[in-house]
C-alpha cells in the first residue's frame, strides 16, 4: 500500500516535469496533468516489475517515472489530436 502512495505523489510532480518538458501546446489542465503524471508513476512501477527491474514491494525511481509520465502524455495528445479531427 506503502509504494502505491508513494508512486502517485511521485507521479504528481513527475507529471508537472513532464509537462515542461514535453513539446508542444497542450490543453490539459491541471488536474489531467497530474493524473497524466500518476498514470505514468504506475506504468513506470507495474511494468519494470513485470519486467523483472524491481521488486515486488518496491515503486519505480523518479527519473522512469517521468519517462513513463511523458509517455502517457505523448498517447494522450494523440487521442486527443484525433478526436478533435
Do not use: Q
Not at 33 to 53: M, Q, V
Not at 60 to 83: H, P, Q, R, T, W
Request: net charge positive; aromatic share 10%.
Amino acid at each position: 500500500m506503502w509504494t502505491l502512495i508513494v508512486a502517485i505523489v511521485v507521479g504528481f510532480i513527475a507529471g508537472l516535469i513532464a509537462r515542461a518538458i514535453h513539446p508542444g501546446n497542450d490543453k490539459a489542465g491541471f488536474i489531467m496533468t497530474t493524473l497524466l503524471g500518476i498514470a505514468g508513476s504506475l506504468l513506470a512501477t507495474y511494468g519494470g516489475r513485470l519486467l523483472g527491474l524491481y521488486d515486488e514491494n518496491s515503486a519505480a525511481g523518479f527519473i522512469a517515472s517521468v519517462i513513463g509520465a511523458i509517455i502517457v502524455l505523448f498517447i494522450y495528445n494523440m487521442v486527443s489530436k484525433k478526436s478533435r479531427v
